[in-house]
């Protein structure tokens, strides 16, 4: 079954203690990305990868690290959380709009990780 | 530059009758633009999206949505509602010519009342 996966679903943890969601996706997508949700704001996106060791700042980078080592995986990186990191996240994936002849492409959006930064 | 907007935060409909969520949008660049559904405590997932072909475009679940250039607008609609489209919708811009980052409306959430 095609899919996007994230790991932890669910995290409470305190500030100053790194932590990293994982992501993967089993569709062979260069293009990934993270988002995080707030009440009233939509998604706003953290970080994006065009591919393999290309990743690039989206609207709301600041307090995130990202790296892409392999296609599949996608893990953000939180070094030093913060409470107003508390939020929910999701990772997304598409093929490479560059590559794929399709201008923009459909993402595929993971189920979400709800993160609580007390 | 792109940005988008959702006119209405909240939209409340009885069981049967028609659906109206709008989006008005602004971009430098020829917009490909997208609906999507996200059910309580799950993720997004695509209803339909618009990318230069037919300008009426059918998605999933009886919704369709019409792109009108001349109004930047791409409103999505149902002709019936069902108590399982009571959920929140998020309108979302991407351009060809500029960055690969998509911009999402502030959702609306849909009311369905039996």
New interface residues.
């Given amino acids: 079954e095609a899919q996007v996966t994230q790991n932890p679903r669910y995290l409470i943890t305190v500030t100053g203690k790194k932590l990293t969601v994982t992501c993967s996706q089993n569709m062979n997508h260069e293009y990934m990305s993270w988002y995080r949700q707030d009440p009233g704001l939509g998604l706003r996106q953290i970080y994006y990868s065009m591919n393999v060791e290309v990743t690039d700042k989206g609207d709301v980078p600041e307090g995130y690290k990202v790296s892409r080592k392999e296609k599949r995986n996608f893990p953000l990186i939180l070094e030093s959380p913060s409470p107003n990191q508390t939020s929910l996240y999701f990772c997304a994936s598409s093929p490479n709009p560059l590559t794929s002849g399709s201008p923009q492409e459909t993402q595929y959006f993971g189920p979400g990780t709800r993160l609580l930064v007390l | 530059a792109q940005s988008v907007t959702q006119l209405d935060?909240h939209v409340s409909v009885s069981e049967g009758t028609p659906v109206l969520l709008r989006c008005n949008y602004s971009s430098s660049y020829?917009p490909?633009l997208?609906w999507?559904v996200q059910h309580p405590?799950?993720?997004?997932?695509?209803l339909l999206?618009y990318?230069s072909a037919a300008t009426l475009v059918k998605g999933i679940n009886g919704f369709e949505a019409e792109f009108k250039k001349s109004e930047t607008s791409f409103h999505l609609t149902k002709p019936s509602a069902h108590m399982s489209d009571a959920a929140e919708y998020?309108c979302v811009v991407?351009s060809?010519g500029g960055s690969?980052?998509?911009t999402?409306?502030?959702?609306t959430s849909l009311i369905v009342h039996p």
């Fill in positions: 935060s020829s490909s997208f999507y405590n799950k993720g997004l997932q695509l999206k990318t998020f991407t060809s690969y980052i998509p999402f409306g502030r959702g």
